[in-house]
């Protein structure tokens, strides 16, 4: 499968230009960006080539990655569908629900597999242990905490990221507690209440289909020492928690890229798909309207 990446930022180069360039069954064949010499240095630590065109990428390829702000990937993910190129994209898909939903319809019209890369589902303990909970019946409750610190440890490569700033932690953080969450508690019904905390933090309570609830805090701007992601699940089983994983982005994201391989094949849907990183939006948005009826 031939696949160019589109973006240059921080996580391009530290996730995405190295898993496409050492997966095996992917040729990675160049690279576009918004920023045309930040595409070239880019390009040139790989040894592909660097598109100042878009469309001239698309029409190079088979499939495309995707490390862009939301908005701006979303825009691009629906040409690239309709352009009939498989899509390997991030989270969250979109920044609003209509802009999720023009990515999920064009994929599906265009019958292009795609995969959104959130993390913890393609850690290998992680994963298998969403897929070992998911199976326990029982649960009654989740608490899940993703706290990060990249507003606060003042050498975060995330730190300039304005869509981050603008849409905090309940968008960057958020869609990862959610995927490990939903495969597990089922659906959310509703998000029954949220609120505010220090900084961009946020508290939400989910009512999920399995008859469990849920409550998630949200952050990036925890102290360093705060920093961390749990989530513990409680129920008739008794109590778990999610393992460590101590794989770094590119281990998991190799997988990713096998996961949008095998769905180009078969035609079966992943998971994790761009109708699944719809139904994370629809919740975010409700997350977030929720929250507008709080004062900060």
């Known amino acids: 499968?031939?696949?160019?990446?589109?973006?240059?930022?921080?996580?391009?180069?530290?996730?995405?230009?190295?898993?496409?360039?050492?997966?095996?069954?992917?040729?990675?064949?160049?690279?576009?960006?918004?920023?045309?010499?930040?595409?070239?240095?880019?390009?040139?630590?790989?040894?592909?080539?660097?598109?100042?065109?878009?469309?001239?990428?698309?029409?190079?390829?088979?499939?495309?990655?995707?490390?862009?702000?939301?908005r701006v990937q979303a825009e691009l993910?629906?040409?690239?569908?309709?352009a009939g190129r498989h899509l390997l994209l991030d989270k969250p898909l979109a920044a609003t629900v209509a802009e999720a939903r023009a990515v999920a319809e064009a994929a599906r019209e265009a019958r292009v597999a795609s995969v959104v890369f959130f993390t913890a589902r393609f850690q290998t303990e992680i994963a298998a242990w969403i897929e070992e909970q998911a199976a326990t019946e029982g649960w009654f409750t989740a608490r899940a905490q993703w706290?990060?610190?990249?507003?606060?440890?003042?050498?975060?490569p995330f730190a300039a990221s304005a869509w981050r700033r603008e849409k905090g932690a309940l968008w960057d953080v958020g869609p990862h507690a959610l995927s490990v969450l939903l495969p597990v508690l089922g659906d959310a019904l509703?998000?029954?209440?949220?609120?505010?905390?220090?900084?961009?933090?946020?508290?939400?309570?989910?009512?999920?289909?399995?008859?469990?609830?849920?409550t998630l805090t949200l952050s990036l701007t925890a102290?360093?020492?705060?920093?961390?992601?749990?989530?513990?699940?409680?129920?008739?089983?008794?109590?778990?928690?999610?393992?460590?994983?101590?794989?770094g982005p590119v281990p998991p994201l190799l997988r990713a890229a096998d996961a949008l391989l095998r769905s180009a094949a078969t035609g079966r849907p992943h998971p994790c798909d761009a109708a699944f990183g719809l139904r994370v939006t629809e919740i975010l948005a409700e997350a977030e309207e929720t929250l507008t009826t709080q004062l900060p």
């Open 1 to 70: 499968m031939r696949i160019g990446l589109l973006g240059t930022g921080p996580w391009a180069q530290m996730a995405h230009a190295p898993a496409l360039a050492a997966h095996g069954e992917l040729d990675f064949v160049g690279v576009w960006g918004r920023r045309p010499d930040a595409a070239k240095e880019l390009a040139g630590q790989h040894g592909v080539r660097a598109y100042d065109d878009v469309d001239a990428l698309l029409a190079d390829v088979d499939a495309v990655a995707v490390a862009l702000p939301p």
């Open 147 to 156: 706290l990060g610190s990249v507003f606060t440890t003042g050498d975060s």
């Open 223 to 247: 102290p360093p020492a705060a920093a961390g992601a749990g989530v513990e699940l409680r129920g008739s089983a008794g109590v778990t928690e999610l393992p460590e994983s101590p794989e």
């Open 77 to 82: 993910a629906v040409r690239a569908a309709r």
């Open 190 to 214: 509703r998000v029954s209440a949220a609120a505010h905390g220090p900084g961009d933090t946020v508290h939400l309570v989910l009512d999920h289909t399995d008859g469990a609830s849920s």
